[in-house]
């Protein structure tokens, strides 16, 4: 099936620091997303990228959407302690629009 | 919250004891989901429905049914519970079109089988 490889899967960093994570998968995917999940509540989209070599900006978030179709990544600029949860890629391709999850990374904000 | 209430929130059921979880949504969206997410593991598809009556299987489908007998609901049935079912259960909803496949989630069912 579909697997999406997502690292690093963790990070702590120091606040003010610019942090980066990426998705890659050995399939070609028409749509990225990324989501942010803090503790005890769902999953909520940040961005969504619809276009290989998209680049998109969301407040301190970019994202980016690979030419090859087959990764995306996420950058936080300037952290700050609110930004700690797990933060997931998930892409779908073909007609079925099932979203595969990559595993998810967590991140620690240290004030 | 786009809409999407999950029932009940929380459960603690024996093994062997059929459960069933509700997924509800008010958006009138085609497709709905069940997910299971388990430290390690991130959100694994469970089933997925793109209409009434319409439903298939995901990666971890085994142990689970789902019936979808009108838009706005979504049922995940464990026939037989086991400890191996204990996970945190998240509905989603999407309506796909040409450039908008985003998916919204419900805010999870905290199953326990003891």
């Known amino acids: 099936g579909q697997q999406l490889n997502q690292s690093p899967q963790s990070m702590f960093i120091q606040e003010g620091e610019d942090v980066s994570m990426n998705c890659t998968s050995s399939s070609i995917f028409n749509t990225w997303l990324w989501y942010k999940q803090d503790p005890g509540e769902g999953p909520v989209l940040l961005i969504a990228?619809?276009?290989?070599?998209e680049l998109t900006s969301n407040g301190r978030l970019t994202a980016q959407f690979g030419i090859t179709r087959k990764d995306s990544f996420l950058n936080i600029s300037a952290s700050i302690p609110s930004d700690v949860g797990i933060y997931f890629c998930a892409a779908t391709g073909g007609s079925n629009y099932k979203l595969t999850f990559g595993k998810g990374t967590l991140l620690t904000v240290n004030p | 919250d786009a809409g999407i209430t999950q029932s009940p929130r929380h459960k603690v059921t024996e093994t062997g004891t059929p459960v069933t979880l509700r997924c509800h949504q008010t958006e009138n969206h085609r497709y709905m989901y069940w997910y299971r997410q388990d430290p390690g593991h991130g959100l694994r598809l469970i089933h997925y429905s793109y209409g009434v009556k319409d439903t298939d299987k995901g990666e971890v489908s085994d142990g689970y049914s789902v019936s979808r007998s009108k838009t706005e609901d979504f049922l995940l049935t464990l026939e037989s519970a086991t400890s191996s079912q204990t996970s945190v259960y998240f509905c989603a909803i999407s309506d796909p079109g040409q450039m908008n496949t985003e998916a919204f989630f419900g805010q999870g069912t905290r199953l326990t089988v003891v």
């Open positions: 990228l619809y276009k290989a070599g």
